[in-house]
């Protein structure tokens, strides 16, 4: 059984991208929500908040990617 998450970090609201990040501590920010993201234990992967609605993101399960 594999396990399904949902992550935001390559969200084009997200601000600024892990790749971006100029300083050790610079918060991501949703810019459709104005919201902070959290790493959540999880870094470099920002999983995506349960309060977004957006149906668009990457799905990650065991060994696979897949991009909608």
């Known amino acids: 059984m594999s396990i399904l998450k949902l992550y935001c970090d390559y ?3 997200l601000n600024p991208k892990e790749h971006e990040q100029t300083k050790a501590k610079e918060p991501h920010m949703c810019l459709l929500y104005y919201r902070p ?3 959540a234990g999880e870094h470099p992967r920002l999983p995506k908040p349960e309060y977004c609605r957006i149906k668009k993101v ?3 399960t065991q060994n696979n990617i897949i991009k909608y």
Do not use: M, S, T
């Open 37 to 39: 993201i959290f790493h």
């Open 11 to 13: 969200c084009r609201f």
């Open 58 to 60: 990457k799905h990650e």
